[in-house]
C-alpha cells in the first residue's frame, strides 16, 4: 500500500499480492464445496461388527434402512461374540453392549442397556424367593458370556451399590437369544 496524509493506494505488487490472495480464495472455495459434496453421499465400503442378538435385532433392521437411504454405500455385515481387533480386521465400526474400550478406539455411547431379573412363580414355587441379591448364587440361573463381559458374572446395582455376583445354572450360552 502507498500511503499519504490524504489517501491510501495500493501499490503494483499490491495488486499481484490481491490477485493470488482472490484465486487462493476461489481455490478454497471450490475445495470445501467438493468435500461438502463427498460427506454430504456417503459411498464405498463400510465393515460393521456387531454381537449376534443385538446385531440381528437392532443393529440389521437400521443398515437396512441406510442401505436404502444411501445406495452408493457398500455395507459389509458381521456378527461375532468375541473381541475383534478392529484395526488389523479392517472394521470400521463396532456395534457393542458394554464399556470395554481399547483406548486407541474412539467410542460414543448411543444407549442404556437395562437388564431386568425375572422368575416364573413356578421357579419362585419351588426355589423360593431371593431377599438379596447374593442370594442369586445358590440358586440355578440362566447364564449368557457377552463378548467383553466374564462368563457367569452379574454386574447388579440396587440401592445398596453395584454388586457382581457369580452365578450357575443349568443353561448358559454365549447368545442370549438360546437362554
Not at 443393529?59 to 444411501?70: D, E, G, H, N, Q
Not at 470395554?100 to 425375572?118: Q, S
Request: hydrophobic letters at 40%.
Amino acid at each position: 500500500l502507498h500511503r499519504t496524509t490524504r489517501r491510501v493506494t495500493i501499490t503494483e505488487e499490491g495488486e499481484r499480492i490481491y490477485e493470488w490472495a482472490q484465486r487462493i480464495l476461489q481455490d478454497v472455495g471450490q475445495m470445501m464445496d467438493e468435500l461438502s459434496d463427498v460427506r454430504q453421499v456417503p459411498q464405498g465400503m463400510l465393515r460393521i461388527i456387531s454381537s449376534f442378538g443385538f446385531g440381528r435385532q437392532v443393529v440389521a433392521p437400521a443398515l437396512s434402512a441406510l442401505a436404502k437411504a444411501y445406495p452408493q454405500l457398500e455395507l459389509r455385515f458381521d456378527v461375532e461374540d468375541r473381541l475383534v481387533d478392529l484395526v488389523n480386521e479392517g472394521v470400521d465400526l463396532d456395534i457393542r453392549i458394554g464399556d470395554d474400550i481399547a483406548p486407541n478406539l474412539i467410542a460414543r455411547k448411543l444407549a442404556t442397556n437395562y437388564r431386568i431379573l425375572c422368575a416364573s412363580p413356578e421357579f419362585i414355587a419351588q426355589h423360593g424367593a431371593p431377599k438379596h441379591l447374593t442370594d442369586l448364587s445358590a440358586l440355578p440361573c440362566l447364564v449368557i458370556k457377552e463378548r467383553d463381559h466374564p462368563f457367569g458374572v452379574w454386574q447388579l446395582r440396587n440401592k445398596e451399590g453395584h454388586h457382581a455376583i457369580k452365578v450357575t445354572g443349568p443353561l448358559s450360552s454365549n447368545h442370549g437369544e438360546i437362554v
